[in-house]
Protein backbone atom coordinates (compact mmCIF):
# COMPACT_ATOMS: atom_id res chain seq x y z
CA UNK A 1 0.00 0.00 0.00
CA UNK A 2 2.64 1.97 0.78
CA UNK A 3 2.07 5.90 0.32
CA UNK A 4 -1.50 5.19 0.74
CA UNK A 5 -1.57 3.61 3.85
CA UNK A 6 -3.85 4.96 6.62
CA UNK A 7 -6.13 6.80 4.40
CA UNK A 8 -9.22 4.45 3.90
CA UNK A 9 -10.67 6.69 0.80
CA UNK A 10 -7.35 6.38 -0.75
CA UNK A 11 -6.48 2.66 0.12
CA UNK A 12 -9.81 2.06 -1.90
CA UNK A 13 -8.27 3.14 -5.01
CA UNK A 14 -7.60 1.11 -7.75
CA UNK A 15 -4.50 0.71 -9.17
CA UNK A 16 -4.29 2.86 -12.04
CA UNK A 17 -6.36 5.85 -9.92
CA UNK A 18 -3.59 5.91 -7.40
CA UNK A 19 -0.88 6.22 -10.79
CA UNK A 20 -2.93 9.41 -11.34
CA UNK A 21 -2.47 10.77 -7.92
CA UNK A 22 0.49 9.18 -6.33
CA UNK A 23 3.27 12.06 -7.88
CA UNK A 24 1.51 14.88 -6.35
CA UNK A 25 0.73 13.66 -2.57
CA UNK A 26 2.93 15.17 -0.16
CA UNK A 27 3.03 13.97 3.37
CA UNK A 28 3.30 16.16 6.16
CA UNK A 29 2.15 16.57 9.81
CA UNK A 30 -0.15 18.38 11.10
CA UNK A 31 -1.04 19.69 15.19
CA UNK A 32 -3.95 20.57 17.14
CA UNK A 33 -5.44 23.87 16.45
CA UNK A 34 -3.98 23.98 13.44
CA UNK A 35 -6.38 25.56 11.34
CA UNK A 36 -6.38 24.18 7.41
CA UNK A 37 -8.38 26.95 5.76
CA UNK A 38 -11.21 29.40 7.08
CA UNK A 39 -14.27 30.28 5.68
CA UNK A 40 -14.15 32.65 2.40
CA UNK A 41 -10.41 31.30 2.17
CA UNK A 42 -9.56 29.87 -1.18
CA UNK A 43 -9.08 26.16 -0.94
CA UNK A 44 -6.25 25.33 -2.66
CA UNK A 45 -5.17 22.05 -1.21
CA UNK A 46 -7.34 18.35 -0.56
CA UNK A 47 -5.96 17.21 3.04
CA UNK A 48 -6.17 13.67 4.01
CA UNK A 49 -6.31 12.46 7.44
CA UNK A 50 -3.72 9.50 8.07
CA UNK A 51 -4.65 6.81 10.89
CA UNK A 52 -5.39 8.96 13.86
CA UNK A 53 -5.32 12.25 12.70
CA UNK A 54 -9.08 14.34 12.97
CA UNK A 55 -9.95 16.96 11.64
CA UNK A 56 -13.56 19.25 12.33
CA UNK A 57 -15.53 21.36 10.10
CA UNK A 58 -16.71 23.99 12.22
CA UNK A 59 -19.00 27.39 11.42
CA UNK A 60 -17.62 30.59 13.33
CA UNK A 61 -19.98 33.21 14.49
CA UNK A 62 -19.28 36.70 14.95
CA UNK A 63 -19.15 36.67 18.68
CA UNK A 64 -16.28 33.70 18.00
CA UNK A 65 -18.16 31.09 18.83
CA UNK A 66 -17.93 27.75 16.69
CA UNK A 67 -20.17 24.97 16.06
CA UNK A 68 -18.87 21.12 14.79
CA UNK A 69 -20.65 20.42 11.59
CA UNK A 70 -18.67 17.64 10.42
CA UNK A 71 -15.68 15.24 11.24
CA UNK A 72 -13.26 13.92 8.92
CA UNK A 73 -10.66 11.04 9.68
CA UNK A 74 -8.61 8.57 8.15
CA UNK A 75 -12.06 7.50 6.13
CA UNK A 76 -11.95 10.60 4.11
CA UNK A 77 -10.63 13.93 3.52
CA UNK A 78 -10.97 17.93 3.34
CA UNK A 79 -10.62 20.37 1.30
CA UNK A 80 -11.70 20.58 -2.80
CA UNK A 81 -13.78 17.26 -2.56
CA UNK A 82 -15.96 18.03 -5.21
CA UNK A 83 -15.30 21.45 -6.33
CA UNK A 84 -13.16 22.24 -9.27
CA UNK A 85 -10.16 24.53 -8.46
CA UNK A 86 -9.55 26.92 -6.06
CA UNK A 87 -12.89 27.78 -4.59
CA UNK A 88 -13.50 29.73 -1.45
CA UNK A 89 -14.43 27.44 1.91
CA UNK A 90 -17.40 28.18 3.27
CA UNK A 91 -16.84 26.75 6.85
CA UNK A 92 -13.58 26.22 8.53
CA UNK A 93 -11.44 23.06 9.03
CA UNK A 94 -9.49 22.45 12.59
CA UNK A 95 -6.97 19.81 13.18
CA UNK A 96 -8.26 18.26 16.61
CA UNK A 97 -5.77 15.37 16.79
CA UNK A 98 -2.26 15.67 15.99
CA UNK A 99 -1.04 13.38 12.84
CA UNK A 100 -0.08 12.93 9.87
CA UNK A 101 -1.89 13.73 6.63
CA UNK A 102 -1.29 13.82 2.75
CA UNK A 103 -1.80 16.63 0.45
CA UNK A 104 -2.64 17.27 -2.45
CA UNK A 105 -3.46 20.46 -4.97
CA UNK A 106 -6.69 20.74 -5.53
CA UNK A 107 -6.10 21.29 -9.19
CA UNK A 108 -4.65 18.20 -9.54
CA UNK A 109 -7.74 16.43 -8.15
CA UNK A 110 -10.04 18.14 -10.25
CA UNK A 111 -7.65 16.68 -13.62
CA UNK A 112 -7.90 12.96 -11.99
CA UNK A 113 -11.39 12.90 -11.52
CA UNK A 114 -11.97 14.46 -15.06
CA UNK A 115 -9.43 11.61 -16.29
CA UNK A 116 -11.06 8.47 -14.35
CA UNK A 117 -14.89 7.46 -14.19
CA UNK A 118 -14.15 5.12 -10.49
CA UNK A 119 -11.78 7.72 -8.89
CA UNK A 120 -14.73 10.77 -9.57
CA UNK A 121 -17.45 8.20 -8.57
CA UNK A 122 -15.55 7.37 -4.94
CA UNK A 123 -14.80 10.94 -4.18
CA UNK A 124 -18.66 11.97 -4.88
CA UNK A 125 -19.70 9.20 -3.04
CA UNK A 126 -17.56 10.30 -0.31
CA UNK A 127 -18.74 14.15 -0.56
CA UNK A 128 -22.32 12.80 -0.29
CA UNK A 129 -22.05 11.14 3.07
CA UNK A 130 -19.78 13.69 3.98
CA UNK A 131 -22.74 16.37 3.05
CA UNK A 132 -25.16 13.79 5.07
CA UNK A 133 -23.05 13.98 8.27
CA UNK A 134 -23.46 18.06 8.34
CA UNK A 135 -27.09 18.03 7.22
CA UNK A 136 -27.80 15.72 10.25
CA UNK A 137 -25.83 17.92 12.55
CA UNK A 138 -27.75 20.78 11.53
CA UNK A 139 -31.00 18.64 12.51
CA UNK A 140 -29.34 17.10 15.53
CA UNK A 141 -28.62 20.46 16.95
CA UNK A 142 -31.88 21.79 16.72
CA UNK A 143 -34.06 19.08 18.14
CA UNK A 144 -32.38 16.54 20.56
CA UNK A 145 -30.58 17.02 24.00
CA UNK A 146 -27.53 17.89 24.47
CA UNK A 147 -26.56 14.63 26.64
CA UNK A 148 -28.06 12.87 23.01
CA UNK A 149 -25.65 14.81 21.00
CA UNK A 150 -22.75 14.94 23.40
CA UNK A 151 -22.92 10.83 22.92
CA UNK A 152 -23.46 11.26 19.15
CA UNK A 153 -20.52 13.16 19.13
CA UNK A 154 -17.94 11.05 21.20
CA UNK A 155 -19.06 7.88 19.25
CA UNK A 156 -18.57 9.63 16.20
CA UNK A 157 -14.78 10.43 17.23
CA UNK A 158 -14.08 7.07 18.65
CA UNK A 159 -14.96 6.10 14.72
CA UNK A 160 -12.25 7.78 13.27
CA UNK A 161 -9.79 6.99 16.21
CA UNK A 162 -10.20 3.39 17.06
CA UNK A 163 -10.29 3.43 20.52
CA UNK A 164 -12.28 4.23 23.61
CA UNK A 165 -10.09 6.66 25.37
CA UNK A 166 -10.85 9.84 23.49
CA UNK A 167 -8.19 12.70 23.99
CA UNK A 168 -11.21 15.10 24.12
CA UNK A 169 -10.80 18.25 26.50
CA UNK A 170 -14.32 19.81 28.08
CA UNK A 171 -13.08 22.83 26.52
CA UNK A 172 -12.86 21.30 23.20
CA UNK A 173 -16.36 19.42 23.68
CA UNK A 174 -17.95 22.72 24.84
CA UNK A 175 -17.05 24.50 21.66
CA UNK A 176 -17.89 21.67 19.05
CA UNK A 177 -21.19 20.93 20.92
CA UNK A 178 -21.70 24.36 21.05
CA UNK A 179 -22.55 25.35 24.87
CA UNK A 180 -20.60 26.43 27.41
CA UNK A 181 -18.21 24.85 29.28
CA UNK A 182 -19.57 24.57 32.74
CA UNK A 183 -23.10 23.57 31.53
CA UNK A 184 -21.13 20.76 29.71
CA UNK A 185 -19.33 19.73 32.93
CA UNK A 186 -22.81 18.87 34.61
CA UNK A 187 -23.91 16.81 31.52
CA UNK A 188 -20.97 14.99 31.64
CA UNK A 189 -21.19 14.63 34.95
CA UNK A 190 -24.43 12.58 34.87
CA UNK A 191 -23.55 10.89 31.55
CA UNK A 192 -20.27 9.29 34.18
CA UNK A 193 -22.90 8.51 37.09
CA UNK A 194 -25.14 6.16 34.65
CA UNK A 195 -21.83 4.32 33.94
CA UNK A 196 -21.71 5.07 30.14
CA UNK A 197 -18.00 7.56 30.28
CA UNK A 198 -15.31 8.34 32.80
CA UNK A 199 -13.86 11.86 32.73
CA UNK A 200 -10.18 12.38 33.52
CA UNK A 201 -7.93 15.53 32.89
CA UNK A 202 -7.76 15.51 29.01
CA UNK A 203 -9.82 12.57 28.18
CA UNK A 204 -12.91 11.10 28.60
CA UNK A 205 -13.13 7.31 27.50
CA UNK A 206 -16.56 5.20 26.54
CA UNK A 207 -17.17 2.36 29.13
CA UNK A 208 -19.69 0.82 27.56
CA UNK A 209 -20.20 1.77 23.69
CA UNK A 210 -23.76 -0.59 23.21
CA UNK A 211 -25.25 1.35 26.24
CA UNK A 212 -23.41 4.77 24.39
CA UNK A 213 -25.13 4.06 21.02
CA UNK A 214 -28.88 3.13 22.58
CA UNK A 215 -28.74 6.37 24.44
CA UNK A 216 -27.23 8.44 21.49
CA UNK A 217 -29.92 10.54 19.09
CA UNK A 218 -30.88 8.47 16.36
CA UNK A 219 -28.50 10.68 14.42
CA UNK A 220 -25.86 8.89 15.17
CA UNK A 221 -27.17 5.76 13.52
CA UNK A 222 -28.14 7.38 10.68
CA UNK A 223 -25.08 8.80 9.73
CA UNK A 224 -23.61 5.23 9.85
CA UNK A 225 -25.95 4.06 7.69
CA UNK A 226 -25.77 6.43 4.72
CA UNK A 227 -21.67 5.55 4.76
CA UNK A 228 -22.18 2.00 4.54
CA UNK A 229 -24.74 2.39 1.93
CA UNK A 230 -23.47 4.72 -0.15
CA UNK A 231 -19.92 4.15 0.42
CA UNK A 232 -19.44 0.60 1.59
CA UNK A 233 -17.86 1.15 5.13
CA UNK A 234 -16.77 -1.59 6.81
CA UNK A 235 -16.95 -1.13 10.57
CA UNK A 236 -15.25 -3.62 13.69
CA UNK A 237 -16.81 -4.68 16.41
CA UNK A 238 -15.63 -1.64 18.11
CA UNK A 239 -16.72 0.91 16.37
CA UNK A 240 -13.91 1.86 14.28
CA UNK A 241 -14.18 2.41 10.80
CA UNK A 242 -11.64 0.25 9.18
CA UNK A 243 -12.13 -0.20 5.32
CA UNK A 244 -14.24 1.58 2.62
CA UNK A 245 -15.49 -0.28 -0.30
CA UNK A 246 -17.70 1.03 -2.53
CA UNK A 247 -18.38 -2.35 -4.77
CA UNK A 248 -19.13 -3.80 -1.38
CA UNK A 249 -21.76 -1.74 -0.76
CA UNK A 250 -23.91 -2.49 3.13
CA UNK A 251 -27.84 -1.81 3.33
Given amino acids: MGLF ?13 RALLAPYLERGQRTRGTVLFRA ?35 EGAVGGIVSHG ?5 SEAVV ?12 RLTRARAASPSLRDLFVRYADCLLAQVLQSVACNAVHPIEERCLRWLLTFQ ?4 TPVLPVTQEMLAEMLGVRRTYLTG ?30 C ?14 G ?14 TQRHE
Avoid at 50 to 73: C, F, H, I, K
Avoid at 218 to 231: A, I, N, P, Q, S
Avoid at 233 to 246: K, L, T
Fill in 233 to 246: AVYAESGAIVAVDP
Fill in 5 to 17: EGNLLLEALDTGD
Fill in 40 to 74: GEDVSHVTFPLNQTTVTLVSRMRDGRMVETATVGH
Fill in 96 to 107: QVTGDVLRLDAE
Fill in 187 to 216: VLGALQRRGLIAVRRGQITILDRDRAEQTA
Fill in 86 to 90: YLPAF
Fill in 218 to 231: ECYGKVRGHFRTVL
Fill in 159 to 162: DRLG
